[in-house]
């Protein structure tokens, strides 16, 4: 099928909705989990919120960049141990929005009921035309001229490597030729879905000075680990937000909303939308 990706306006919030009942007129059953992302996807694509966020974020991570070049003790990735004073400077960052921003083929998996998921992803990513994250490039291009190596490790298949880098280069973001600085997933056979390995890879030849990602799995191994888990490691790193690592807002998707359905990947829209509910209905509203 052909997939046009549109130029997106402020009349988005309209072509949304009256995607929405298009779909639901020819959908049989009403597309919760669509309907569920709307507010999440829309914040993304059309708030100054989201700019300011993203801005936020970046800001913070320059700043902590200065300090992290000066204390060459620090790192910033839990596989790193031991004297790292004598490695050469590198950042992690993940790709996905965190430095390209795929609002515009969420929007159209929100649309578009009829088109497997996965597809429209694979098309969109082979395009390579996402536009850089607010801040993003700025600060890479920081970092660089710093002297800093930028690893990206992002759980886009390793197929997708040409074209990721094709639009990483499209953006503004230069790659070294002599060495693979972009770690996708099974780009080896033990690299799957958990960046550890990978992270752990980078460790071995760079003092990483900070990871930057939108998810929870960008920092440490237990994005996997039930949501209340998940959260009390979260609290755990305090010192290290803002500092160490560096966190995108990402609303639409992640290993959090995966956690949040108790990763029951077989539950059908409705069931999904149920979980999340009762999830809820377990806190204490005080009302
Ligand atoms: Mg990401």
Same mark, same amino acid.
């Given at each position: 099928?052909?997939?046009?990706?549109?130029?997106?306006?402020?009349?988005?919030?309209?072509?949304?909705?009256?995607?929405?009942?298009?779909?639901?007129?020819?959908?049989?059953?009403?597309? @919760?989990?669509?309907?569920?992302?709307?507010?999440?996807?829309?914040?993304?694509?059309?708030?100054?919120?989201?700019?300011?966020?993203?801005?936020?974020?970046?800001?913070?991570?320059?700043?902590?960049?200065?300090?992290?070049?000066?204390?060459?003790?620090?790192?910033?990735?839990?596989?790193?141990?031991?004297?790292?004073?004598?490695?050469?400077?590198?950042?992690?960052? +993940?790709?996905?929005?965190?430095?390209?921003?795929?609002? #515009? @083929?969420?929007? &159209?998996?929100?649309?578009?009921?009829?088109?497997?998921?996965?597809?429209?992803?694979?098309?969109?990513?082979?395009?390579?035309?996402?536009?850089?994250? #607010?801040?993003?490039?700025?600060?890479?291009?920081?970092?660089?001229?710093?002297?800093?190596?930028?690893?990206?490790?992002?759980?886009?298949?390793?197929?997708?490597?040409?074209?990721?880098?094709?639009?990483?280069?499209? @953006?503004?973001?230069?790659?070294?030729?002599?060495?693979?600085?972009?770690?996708?997933?099974?780009?080896?056979?033990?690299?799957?879905?958990?960046?550890?390995?990978?992270?752990?890879?980078?460790?071995?030849? &760079?003092?990483?000075?900070?990871?930057?990602?939108?998810?929870?799995?960008?920092?440490?191994?237990?994005?996997?680990?039930?949501?209340?888990?998940?959260?009390? @490691?979260?609290?755990? &790193?305090?010192?290290?937000?803002?500092?160490?690592?560096?966190?995108?807002?990402?609303?639409?998707?992640?290993?959090?909303?995966?956690?949040?359905?108790?990763?029951?990947?077989?539950?059908?829209?409705?069931?999904?939308?149920?979980?999340?509910? +009762?999830?809820?209905?377990?806190?204490?509203?005080?009302?």
């Amino acid at each position: 099928m052909a997939v046009k990706f549109g130029t997106f306006t402020l009349a988005l919030a309209c072509a949304l909705s009256s995607g929405l009942a298009a779909a639901q007129e020819t959908t049989p059953e009403p597309p @919760v989990a669509h309907e569920d992302r709307l507010n999440a996807i829309l914040w993304q694509m059309s708030s100054a919120e989201y700019e300011g966020a993203a801005r936020t974020a970046y800001l913070a991570a320059r700043l902590a960049l200065d300090d992290a070049l000066k204390d060459k003790t620090r790192t910033a990735a839990p596989e790193q141990t031991g004297d790292v004073s004598k490695l050469p400077p590198a950042i992690i960052m +993940d790709i996905d929005e965190t430095v390209l921003d795929n609002g #515009p @083929v969420q929007v &159209h998996m929100l649309l578009d009921a009829k088109t497997r998921p996965g597809e429209l992803m694979s098309h969109w990513f082979d395009r390579a035309v996402a536009k850089p994250t #607010p801040g993003a490039v700025e600060f890479i291009q920081y970092a660089q001229s710093k002297g800093v190596m930028i690893f990206f490790i992002s759980n886009r298949n390793a197929d997708k490597e040409a074209a990721t880098r094709r639009n990483l280069e499209a @953006v503004g973001v230069k790659l070294p030729a002599d060495i693979d600085t972009v770690l996708l997933e099974k780009e080896r056979p033990e690299w799957q879905r958990d960046k550890g390995l990978r992270r752990a890879e980078v460790v071995k030849t &760079h003092r990483v000075l900070m990871l930057v990602g939108d998810d929870f799995g960008d920092f440490v191994s237990a994005w996997n680990k039930p949501s209340p888990e998940r959260r009390a @490691v979260a609290a755990e &790193h305090s010192a290290r937000w803002g500092r160490d690592w560096i966190m995108l807002p990402n609303p639409m998707y992640g290993s959090w909303e995966n956690a949040a359905i108790n990763f029951n990947f077989r539950a059908t829209p409705a069931e999904r939308l149920r979980i999340k509910r +009762d999830t809820l209905k377990a806190f204490d509203s005080g009302e």
